[in-house]
């Protein structure tokens, strides 16, 4: 299954849950995360990966070669790398790239930049599931609005694919979400939570469940509530082998 996970405005946590499902996934699943961020991305950074071994390389020297595995982590990821990536890119380079990596892994989470491309629009139209991120922010959702519905008007993408997750939550209500435009259903609220700076964070664990859940509920069980629940998803964080990462993520990055 491809998963991309998708904003037009960045700083709403698109890195922070691709790599959040990622980790929680990997715990049942095979899983690649990959970067479909030229800006550059931040796999590099937060994972402390080769940004010289990225997707280009993988489309040209093999996916085996171009997936690492972080320290820690269950999962390989690939970075973006590159400004001048997607300009390499020839015809069916995207298509081929995500074909050969659902030889290789059960789920592919891929982060993709806010700003459309090319190589953007294949990769979003390669995946199974696109999930939208956004926050109550009426300056914000009106940039998605705008952004979607010039995107879908051209064909460009199919909305219907589209599943959102509202981030950072600070009110009971929504009053932004969908005010407009393309009515995406929302599958999963995450509160704001202060202080998190890692998408390690024990506090994530229970949302990213909810989330895996709903893509595919055959595979991950619906989490359960309550004080018990909270407390053995805590213990289990505690027994983790991975470190918490020092690094300048947090749940807008």
Not at 123 to 142: G, K, P, Q, Y
Request: aromatic content about 8%.
């Amino acid at each position: 299954m491809i998963v991309t996970v998708y904003s037009p405005k960045g700083g709403v946590g698109n890195t922070l849950l691709t790599l959040a499902l990622a980790r929680e996934a990997a715990n049942r699943l095979k899983v690649c995360a990959v970067e479909f961020d030229f800006t550059p991305g931040d796999f590099p950074s937060l994972l402390d990966i080769d940004r010289r071994k990225n997707v280009y390389t993988a489309m040209r020297s093999g996916i085996e070669y171009a997936a690492q595995r972080p320290e820690g982590e269950k999962f390989n990821a690939i970075p973006g790398g590159y400004a001048d990536i997607p300009e390499r890119f020839e015809e069916n380079d995207v298509h081929n790239l995500f074909a050969g990596l659902t030889k290789v892994y059960d789920l592919i989470l891929v982060d993709i930049q806010p700003l459309f491309c090319p190589a953007i629009i294949d990769a979003l139209n390669a995946a199974d599931r696109t999930i939208l991120v956004s926050v109550d922010n009426c300056s914000v959702v009106s940039r998605t609005i705008g952004a979607l519905d010039w995107a879908s008007t051209n064909n460009f993408i199919d909305l219907t694919r589209f599943v959102q997750v509202v981030n950072m939550h600070k009110r009971k209500g929504m009053e932004c979400v969908n005010l407009t435009g393309p009515q995406i259903p929302v599958i999963h609220t995450i509160p704001y939570l202060r202080g998190l700076s890692s998408y390690r964070d024990i506090r994530l664990k229970k949302h990213m469940q909810f989330i895996l859940h709903h893509l595919m509920p055959d595979i991950f069980e619906k989490p359960k509530s309550g004080l018990l629940a909270f407390l053995r998803g805590v213990k289990d964080g505690a027994n983790s082998d991975g470190k918490i990462l020092d690094d300048k993520q947090d749940q807008n990055g």
